[in-house]
């Protein structure tokens, strides 16, 4: 869910690229981390790294940073279009890197269940 819409309910023409990345993978030059290893002999290594540099741009914070639909579909059907670097997405865990994420909050999501019975 898209920071905007789960912070404010906000849902815009960008909401719906928003996915989770791989921040702390990339940035450490560890990306290929992701892959499973049952894939590793049938993939492209460059094509790899590309595509997970893409689903970092879908997570960026702000909408206005995130490409549009299209813009995804070209960069991952053109392998010479050019990908902009990045920013930290807004909800980024596992960092070692504490002092750029202030406080962060927790929950626990807890489900009810309601047995229905009629009259």
Known sequence: MSSEYSNGGIF???????SFGAWTLCK???????????LSNSCLVPQVVRFIEIGLLCVQDK?????TMSDVFLMLNNDSSFIKDAKRPGFC???????????????NNVVTLTPLEGR
């Open 12 to 18: 815009s023409i960008k909401s719906y690229v928003f």
């Open 63 to 67: 909408a206005d940073d995130r490409p």
């Open 93 to 107: 865990n596992g960092s070692s890197d504490t002092s750029t994420l202030g406080q962060a909050y927790f929950t």
């Open 28 to 38: 450490e030059g560890r990306s290929l981390n992701l892959l499973d290893e049952s």
